[in-house]
């Protein structure tokens, strides 16, 4: 069963977004990590670097794929998840906590409405299973 927290946002790419103040804590989805299997190495942006909405941001590798990593937002990184980098295998067992990758200050936070929902997201997946 694929764990789909309800607060958070999504995007067709797989990755989550969940608001913590004026910062959005972004990572892969429940989903994301189960298709890909043991994730054995990751790379993701430093502090200060720009990202922006749709394009990548960094990539997961695992014992499966290398898959690129893509920005739910526009904005300036603010931290980096460093557990992650030496123990990427923290996203698999949990990837809605322990396993976020980074946290963005949104160049407009409106774009956080762009994303879909719980529910949204939990058809989209659906569909993606058949």
Same mark, same amino acid.
């Given at each position: 069963?694929?764990?789909?927290?309800?607060?958070?946002? !999504?995007?067709? @790419?797989?990755?989550?977004?969940? =608001?913590?103040?004026?910062?959005?804590?972004?990572?892969?989805? #429940? !989903?994301?990590?189960?298709?890909?299997?043991?994730? %054995? /190495?990751?790379?993701?942006?430093?502090?200060?670097?720009?990202?922006?909405?749709?394009?990548?941001?960094?990539?997961? =590798?695992?014992?499966?794929?290398?898959? #690129?990593? !893509?920005? $739910? %937002?526009?904005?300036?990184? %603010?931290?980096? *998840?460093? %557990?992650?980098? @030496?123990?990427?295998?923290?996203? *698999?067992? @949990? $990837? /809605?906590?322990?396993?976020?990758?980074?946290?963005?200050? $949104? /160049? @407009?936070?409106?774009?956080? *409405? #762009?994303?879909m929902d719980f529910e949204e997201y939990a058809e989209y997946v659906e569909k993606e299973m058949e």
């Amino acid at each position: 069963m694929v764990q789909i927290p309800d607060e958070l946002k !999504y995007t067709g @790419d797989h990755e989550w977004a969940m =608001e913590e103040g004026d910062l959005l804590v972004i990572g892969i989805t #429940d !989903y994301a990590q189960d298709a890909l299997g043991e994730i %054995v /190495y990751i790379e993701l942006p430093s502090e200060g670097d720009e990202i922006t909405k749709g394009d990548p941001f960094g990539a997961v =590798e695992s014992t499966k794929a290398v898959s #690129d990593l !893509y920005a $739910p %937002v526009s904005g300036d990184v %603010v931290e980096v *998840n460093e %557990v992650l980098l @030496d123990a990427p295998e923290t996203i *698999n067992g @949990d $990837p /809605y906590g322990e396993g976020w990758m980074i946290k963005v200050r $949104p /160049y @407009d936070p409106k774009e956080l *409405n #762009d994303l879909m929902d719980f529910e949204e997201y939990a058809e989209y997946v659906e569909k993606e299973m058949e």
